[in-house]
């Protein structure tokens, strides 16, 4: 059998109702990446997202035109509210449809010291001090070129240069490359944790690749297992969406950081940073500083110390 490639280039404004129409015809997910991406991005080169690219597959079988038709209309019907482009639309091989998104997917420079090389490529362009995360992400979210995630591993980076061995939290950790990331720039152990089994499956493939198994705990679980086992980190890391993180706010998550410990939330439209903020205090937190690339906004939060 054979598939449909279904991607439309949006805004950051628009990639995350894109994302939520294309969920309801895709295959195992839906794809968000930064259009344009270079291949070689040093920290003041990084450039700016002014466009995302949504991307999903659907079967190749009888209901393929009357998907294609629903999809359409339902594009329409958004675009009466804001500006979406046509989909675009393109046949895949079934043998080459579980490999297909990686022909977008290249190696890139992050941060400072930063290199995130695709598991199946084999660079020449490596630095010595380069921090290298090898990276399959398969059906889970988290390739390094979303800006939530190049948000998450900037903060990373900056936070643990000098504060080294300290427990993490990676929340909704998709294919674990927030949690390996820190590992590498120094933290001593991660507790990965994701509601779906295919991230967890993912995190620990990922780990392997990166050599970081034994510093790695992945598991399916949630804010509310994760109360109940009243463990307390120095570092939380949530690459969620606005609504969730707000929501968790309020379900006690601050609970989960020791005092002194700090997070990073990030999959923040710049709009919603002020309502996140609220939640964050609500919850214990103070915020203390925004990270933007474009629309999209990181914030980083400590917990007061007593």
């Known amino acids: 059998m054979n598939w449909i490639e279904v991607s ?3 805004d950051g404004e628009a990639a995350e109702a894109v994302a939520d129409v294309l969920q ?3 295959h195992q997910g839906v794809a968000i990446e930064q259009a344009g991406f270079p291949i070689e991005v040093w920290p003041d080169e990084i450039p700016p997202a002014d466009k995302l690219i949504v991307r999903a597959y659907f079967p190749d079988n009888h209901e393929a035109d009357a998907a294609q038709q629903r999809l359409r ?3 329409w019907h958004m675009s009466r509210l804001y500006p979406i482009p046509e989909p675009s639309f393109r046949t895949v091989d079934d043998e080459d449809w579980a490999n297909a998104w990686k022909a977008h997917y290249h190696p890139l420079r992050l ?3 930063l290199y995130i090389r695709p ?6 362009d490596m630095q010595p001090d380069d921090v290298v995360l090898v990276m399959d992400p398969g059906m889970a979210f988290g390739t390094g070129t979303h800006p939530t995630t190049q948000l998450c591993l900037i903060a990373i980076e900056d936070l643990l240069a000098d504060w080294p061995q300290v427990e993490v939290l990676d929340l909704g950790c998709g294919s674990g490359i927030l949690g390996i990331a820190a590992i590498k720039l120094g933290a001593r152990h991660v ?3 994701d509601i779906d089994e295919l991230a967890v499956k993912s995190t620990l493939e990922n780990a392997a690749y990166n050599g970081v198994t034994d510093a790695i705990t992945a598991q399916q679980g949630s804010l509310e297992t994760l109360r109940g086992s009243a463990r307390h980190f120095d570092l939380l890391l949530a690459n969620i969406l606005a609504r969730v993180i707000i929501d968790m706010c309020d379900e006690g998550l601050g609970d ?3 005092a002194g410990g700090k997070a990073v939330f990030s999959g923040i439209i710049l709009d919603q940073a002020d309502d996140v903020e609220a939640a964050l205090r609500r919850t214990g937190l103070e915020p203390t500083r925004r990270r933007t690339i474009t629309d999209w906004v990181a914030i980083e939060a400590v917990k007061p110390v007593a």
């Open 119 to 124: 598991e199946w490529t084999h660079p020449t």
């Open 256 to 258: 989960l950081v020791r």
């Open 191 to 193: 507790l990965a944790v």
């Open 111 to 113: 941060g400072k010291r």
């Open 24 to 26: 309801r015809y895709g």
């Open 73 to 75: 209309e339902a594009l």
């Open 8 to 10: 439309i280039e949006v």
